[in-house]
């Protein structure tokens, strides 16, 4: 499913590709950049009517977005997505990374089963994360355009989470690839991390998360705003490149 304004008002601020974007925190991000004037190209998994009905919404208010399925773990989606963005609007010039499996270890144990959980989640969370930002960083540097690469980690890549080894690896290796290609890619192209701590509430009650407010310096959630002044603190910042930035009321701390 795909929807699309006239393409005249893509070059205003550029064009940023949301991954995860269908719903909750990647949906309030990708709505913050299109009010910003960017034209939206938005993935999502499953959110698919939800997802469309959003971005009608900003293509009716004036805005220029697009919306498509995308599974991570397949590559020729990636490829077919990019080339499709840039066949209507150019190269993306801003990659926001919003995809993540979280998926308790305790569904990994077992022979068959636990194994494809476990390289699905890598997929999703890593793999195909990580091999986007280089397709994406490819096609900037032959269309000779500087850009940014913002992903939306977790505070679980950088301290332990008991019983979710996996879900944690996935999200350190994302924190790492950014300070790695921040420093192959300068000058031309920036890449940053963010990470949130306790940002939206669960839509179902969640004791836990309700402790993990407790636990937090600021006794607060970030909510959607915090992320987002964070990603546009980052778009300005011309001369931050490699940063892994805490949005997590001080959680990091103790």
């Known amino acids: 499913m795909s929807i699309v304004a006239l393409p005249t008002m893509a070059v205003e601020r550029g064009v940023a590709l949301v991954i995860g ?3 909750r925190l990647g949906a309030l991000i990708a709505r913050d950049l299109s009010a910003a004037g960017w034209a939206l190209a938005v993935t999502y998994h499953q959110s698919g009517s939800r997802t469309a009905h959003w971005v009608a919404e900003v293509v009716a208010a004036g805005g220029v977005a697009r919306c498509y399925p995308l599974d991570l773990r397949h590559p020729f989606a990636i490829t077919s997505i990019l080339a499709d963005v840039h066949h209507h609007w150019g190269p993306v010039t801003l990659l926001i990374n ?9 569904l990994l144990y077992g022979a068959e089963e636990g194994w494809r959980h ?3 989640l890598f997929k999703v969370t890593l793999q195909g994360p990580l091999w986007l930002s280089m397709q994406v960083a490819q096609a900037m540097r032959q269309a000779q355009v500087s850009g940014q ?3 939306i980690a977790d505070i679980w890549g950088e301290r332990p989470l008991s019983g979710y080894a ?5 999200k350190a290796g994302m924190i790492m690839a950014t300070q790695v290609l921040a420093r192959d890619w300068a000058p031309t192209i920036r890449v940053n991390a963010i990470l949130p701590g306790a940002v939206l509430p669960p839509e179902e009650e969640n004791p836990g998360y309700q402790r993990l407010l407790e636990r937090t310096p600021l006794k607060d959630q970030a909510g959607w705003e915090g992320v987002c002044q ?3 603190y980052l778009l300005s910042a ?3 490149t490699g940063e892994i930035l805490h949005v997590d009321g ?3 701390l103790v």
């Not at 919003?98 to 305790?106: E, I, M, R, S």
């Not at 996996?166 to 996935?170: E, R, S």
């Open 21 to 23: 974007g269908g719903n």
């Open 98 to 106: 919003n995809a993540g499996v979280f998926l308790p270890d305790h």
């Open 118 to 120: 476990m390289e699905s």
């Open 149 to 151: 690469i913002i992903t």
């Open 166 to 170: 996996a879900y944690g690896a996935a």
């Open 230 to 232: 964070a990603v546009r």
């Open 238 to 240: 011309r001369f931050v």
């Open 250 to 252: 001080g959680r990091h």
